[in-house]
């Protein structure tokens, strides 16, 4: 009697890790992804993601991580529809928001006068809402800074958040670079330095 007590729990035991085998290899897509992304591989990083998107359509890592390696490919309007995709599957997350301004803004570079204001606007809307959304964003922080910098210098105003606020929510002052570094913007001085993944923001309009 004891032992087939012994082997009943063993065998729940083991389908335990059985599922806990399935749900492991279910999330892995987007885990063995990331290291990839994080590797520079991005081209494999789209087929993987592709291929599994159409398993799993609503998953927002997954279109999030698919749209970051769009934009590090260049395929901004590919990127575009990946992001929008996360945003509207996960419209709280701050950080989707910040990537869709970045693809937006490339847009806008590559865009004529009228399209680019168009473009132009969008971006700085998702800078602003990624701000809103979690002010201790650094990185969403210093893309807004940059392209209100950017109007500052094209003698437009900003509406919403100006970079005061920006630099007074959650920083003291101090946003980090691109390297990690802390630097100080003093008002109407220019952001850090552009590094190749962030969006150069030379189109013309905003709200």
């Known amino acids: 009697m004891r032992r087939r007590f012994l082997y009943a729990v ?7 890790g059985s599922f806990a085998s399935l749900a492991s290899r279910a999330q892995s897509p987007v885990a063995d992804g990331q290291r990839d992304y994080n590797s520079g591989r991005y081209n494999r990083v ?11 359509p609503n998953d927002a ?25 996360a945003v509207a599957l996960s419209p709280k997350e701050s950080e989707y928001h910040d990537w869709l301004g970045k693809s937006y803004g490339r847009k ?3 865009s004529v ?10 971006t700085h809307k998702e800078f602003e809402i990624a701000v809103q959304l979690n002010p201790s964003n650094f990185e969403a922080q210093r893309d ?34 691109s ?5 100080r913007i003093p008002p109407g001085d220019a952001a850090s330095p552009r590094s190749d993944a962030e969006p150069l923001h030379q189109a013309s309009g905003s709200d």
């Not at 789209?46 to 799993?56: E, F, G, I, N, R």
């Not at 997954?62 to 395929?75: A, C, K």
């Not at 003698?155 to 606020?165: H, K, N, Q, V």
Request: glycine letters at 10%; a positive charge.
């Open 179 to 183: 390297a990690g570094r802390q630097s």
């Open 113 to 122: 006068f009228l399209g680019a204001m168009s473009w132009a606007r969008k």
């Open 144 to 177: 807004l800074i940059r392209y209100l910098t950017y109007l500052a210098g094209r003698g437009r105003e900003a509406t919403s958040l100006d970079r005061t606020e920006v630099l007074r929510s959650g920083t003291g002052g101090l946003v980090p670079s």
């Open 46 to 56: 789209v087929d993987a993601m592709t291929s599994a998107a159409a398993k799993t």
């Open 108 to 110: 806008a570079e590559e």
């Open 10 to 16: 063993l065998g729940i035991c083991l389908s335990c």
């Open 61 to 85: 890592p997954l279109h999030f991580l698919l749209g970051q390696s769009y934009y590090q490919l260049r395929e901004f309007q590919r990127a575009i529809a990946s992001l929008e995709r």
